[in-house]
T-cell receptor, first 109, second 116 residues
Framework: GENVEQHPSTLSVQEGDSAVIKCTYS??????FPWYKQELGKGPQLIID?????GEKKDQRIAVTLNKTAKHFSLHITETQPEDSAVYFC????????FGSGTRLQVQP | KAGVTQTPRYLIKTRGQQVTLSCSPI?????VSWYQQTPGQGLQFLFE???????NKGNFPGRFSGRQFSNSRSEMNVSTLELGDSALYLC???????????????FGEGSRLTVL
C-alpha cells in the first residue's frame, strides 16, 4: 500500500517568514495530493490540492509543488501569519488517501 | 450548507464493550470515509462507503465495521473495545470524482472515544 512520510514534525517561524513542509510517497499509482490544516478541536480542512498531471499550484500565500519522478511534494506558505499556526497534513492516494504524520506549525508574532 | 455532522462528540467506554458512531454527510455527497486519529499513529484510513457498499478498506481488524444507509448516512461500530482503540474517529464525506478516484474530503469534527 501507499506510505507517506512528512517532515518536519514541528516547525517554528517568525511572522512574515516562509514555511516549507515536505512529503514523500511510495505508490506511483497515486494521483491526488491534498494538504489539510487541522486546528485544535476541529477536523482537518483542505487548503490546497494537486493532481499528478500538474507540477505546481498556487492559491494566494499557499503553493504546492509535485515531483512525480522523485515522488515528493511540498507545501509552501509565504508571509506567514499567527492564524497559520495549526497542524498540517499531506496525503496521497488514488482511491483512498494515506496521510502523513503531520507538521505542527507555530508562527511567532 | 450544513457540514459533516458526527455524533456523539465524546464518549467513554470500558474494555470489552462495543460502540457505534454516527456520521451525516454533506447533502449530495454519496461517499463517506472513516479515519482513526491518534497522537502516535496519525490519521489512519478505516474504510469508505459509496452507495451503501464498502468500496475501500484499511488495515484494521474485523472488530471495526461500518455501514451506509440509503440516505448516505453512515455508522461505524467497534466491538470488544481495547484500550488502544481510544482515539478521535473522523468521518469525511466527498462527491466522488470520475470513476472511483478520491476527491476533496470534508471532515466532521470527530467523535472522541476514551476506553477505560
Amino acid at each position: 500500500g501507499e506510505n507517506v512520510e512528512q517532515h518536519p514534525s514541528t516547525l517554528s517561524v517568525q511572522e512574515g517568514d516562509s514555511a516549507v513542509i515536505k512529503c514523500t510517497y511510495s505508490d506511483s499509482a497515486s494521483n491526488y495530493f491534498p494538504w489539510y490544516k487541522q486546528e485544535l478541536g476541529k477536523g482537518p480542512q483542505l487548503i490546497i490540492d494537486i493532481r499528478s498531471n500538474v507540477g505546481e499550484k498556487k492559491d494566494q500565500r499557499i503553493a504546492v509543488t509535485l515531483n512525480k519522478t522523485a515522488k515528493h511534494f511540498s507545501l509552501h506558505i509565504t508571509e506567514t501569519q499567527p492564524e497559520d499556526s495549526a497542524v498540517y497534513f499531506c496525503a496521497a492516494g488514488r482511491r483512498a488517501l494515506t496521510f502523513g504524520s503531520g507538521t505542527r506549525l507555530q508562527v511567532q508574532p | 450548507k450544513a457540514g459533516v455532522t458526527q455524533t456523539p462528540r465524546y464518549l467513554i467506554k470500558t474494555r470489552g464493550q462495543q460502540v457505534t458512531l454516527s456520521c451525516s454527510p454533506i447533502s449530495g455527497h454519496r461517499s463517506v470515509s472513516w479515519y482513526q486519529q491518534t497522537p502516535g499513529q496519525g490519521l489512519q484510513f478505516l474504510f469508505e462507503y459509496f452507495s451503501e457498499t464498502q468500496r475501500n478498506k484499511g488495515n484494521f481488524p474485523g472488530r471495526f465495521s461500518g455501514r451506509q444507509f440509503s440516505n448516505s448516512r453512515s455508522e461505524m461500530n467497534v466491538s470488544t473495545l481495547e484500550l488502544g482503540d481510544s482515539a478521535l474517529y473522523l468521518c469525511a464525506s466527498s462527491f466522488p470524482q470520475q470513476g472511483s478516484n478520491t476527491g476533496e474530503l470534508f471532515f466532521g469534527e470527530g467523535s472522541r472515544l476514551t476506553v477505560l
